[in-house]
């Protein structure tokens, strides 16, 4: 039996998924061109925006994306708001210091969301902020930021939003048409059920038109990247192209189930399952329910002294099972994955097994 990752990326993939990249691609060939431009028109149309943004794909990690939307949406004399309330939002501050731009952090608990009413008041009492940074789902706890609330202040106030989007997009309902905002990240990997090595920047591209310069990364510059899809459809540097033929196999699967609305369905079902279940068996969930993204949960280690994470972990793993450890800097937790080519028997499964190590570990310990 193939593990079973409970992750927020990389994470479990179908069969079609991994049947996809089994094929060799030429990155300069005709058909490769074309699987990219279909995917580059598919990435924004998913996001609404298919008339007013540009699709722009990265090779590497998400956190690539990042940096690269950072360092060519961000001019060299704007001022950048991050909204922090986790580990996420603390790395956007951290590229932006190492690339020189200026920024301000508005910072909130990792077990609460970042509220409009505060970015509103930040944006008023700052002319100088140009731009605001927003992690949609912060997995470090699995949190949801209220992104149309925040998207609708920024725009208020005349603004730019740059929305980390890593392990929302695709896994949750998101309109641009409704919900306006400059750039989106993602990735390959989260949402979407594919594999790692490919992010993306959905950007304006109005805007996107008016930022050559603005990187000081050769590789890492998004208008170049850009600019060069548009030139002749080709990646300026060798693409990952099995990832790119794993990502287009993904979407076809995304389409066919239904679309984002149905996998975030599927996703809701696999979390309020798991959730419930930890409950049930006395691990207490971080977030409260109405703030908890259906990506990854963190779970409270539990009183007593019994509990070793690492040797939860263990347990888990040896039977095709992995988690997460936490990530919180307050308190000791871990974190179960909600996403990917997963549903409910595999969740009863995780469950099943966290049964196992309890009647092993547990010692007479009972749930309150």
């Known amino acids: 039996?193939?593990?079973?990752?409970?992750?927020?990326?990389?994470?479990?993939?179908?069969?079609?998924?991994?049947?996809?990249?089994?094929?060799?691609?030429?990155?300069?060939?005709?058909?490769?061109?074309?699987?990219?431009?279909?995917?580059?028109?598919?990435?924004?149309?998913?996001?609404?925006?298919?008339?007013?943004?540009?699709?722009?794909?990265?090779?590497?990690?998400?956190?690539?994306?990042?940096?690269?939307?950072?360092?060519?949406?961000?001019?060299?004399?704007?001022?950048?708001?991050?909204?922090?309330?986790?580990?996420?939002?603390?790395?956007?501050?951290?590229?932006?210091?190492?690339?020189?731009?200026?920024?301000?952090?508005?910072?909130?608990?990792?077990?609460?969301?970042?509220?409009?009413?505060?970015?509103?008041?930040?944006?008023?009492?700052?002319?100088?902020?140009?731009?605001?940074?927003?992690?949609?789902?912060?997995?470090?706890?699995?949190?949801?930021?209220?992104?149309?609330?925040?998207?609708?202040?920024?725009?208020?106030?005349?603004?730019?939003?740059?929305?980390?989007?890593?392990?929302?997009?695709?896994?949750?309902?998101?309109?641009?048409?409704?919900?306006?905002?400059?750039?989106?990240?993602?990735s390959s990997n989260k949402g979407l059920e594919g594999v790692p090595g490919v992010g993306f920047v959905i950007v304006e591209a109005a805007y996107l038109q008016g930022c050559a310069g603005n990187s000081t990364s050769l590789s890492l510059d998004l208008f170049a990247q850009w600019r060069g899809f548009e030139a002749n459809g080709q990646w300026r540097f060798t693409p990952p192209v099995q990832v790119v033929a794993g990502l287009a196999s993904a979407l076809d699967q995304l389409e066919a189930e239904g679309g984002i609305g149905a996998r975030w369905a599927r996703y809701r079902h696999n979390c309020e399952l798991l959730v419930e279940g930890m409950r049930a068996r006395g691990f207490s969930p971080y977030i409260a329910a109405a703030d908890q993204a259906p990506v990854i949960a963190t779970f409270l280690v539990p009183p007593g002294g019994w509990f070793r994470f690492q040797a939860f972990y263990e347990f888990l793993h040896a039977r095709g099972v992995v988690i997460y450890p936490g990530k919180l800097t307050g308190v000791e937790s871990f974190r179960i994955g909600c996403i990917g080519a997963v549903g409910a028997d595999d969740m009863r499964r995780c469950l099943a097994e966290v049964d196992g190590f309890l009647a092993e570990h547990r010692n007479g310990w009972t749930a309150a």
Not at 95 to 115: H, K
Not at 171 to 183: E, K, N, Y
């Open 1 to 186: 039996m193939p593990p079973l990752l409970l992750t927020p990326g990389p994470l479990t993939t179908s069969d079609r998924t991994r049947a996809a990249l089994g094929r060799d691609w030429g990155s300069r060939e005709a058909d490769f061109i074309a699987l990219s431009e279909g995917v580059r028109a598919r990435l924004a149309m998913l996001a609404g925006v298919g008339r007013t943004h540009v699709a722009v794909p990265m090779q590497g990690s998400g956190t690539f994306a990042v940096e690269a939307a950072v360092q060519t949406l961000v001019p060299l004399n704007g001022r950048l708001l991050v909204l922090v309330n986790g580990a996420y939002g603390r790395r956007i501050v951290d590229i932006a210091g190492r690339l020189g731009r200026a920024w301000v952090a508005l910072e909130a608990p990792e077990d609460q969301p970042i509220s409009a009413e505060r970015v509103a008041e930040a944006l008023a009492a700052d002319r100088d902020i140009s731009d605001v940074a927003l992690i949609h789902c912060e997995t470090t706890s699995g949190l949801l930021n209220p992104l149309p609330e925040i998207a609708a202040c920024v725009q208020r106030a005349g603004r730019r939003l740059l929305v980390d989007a890593m392990s929302s997009f695709g896994a949750v309902p998101i309109d641009g048409g409704r919900i306006p905002f400059t750039a989106l990240v993602g």
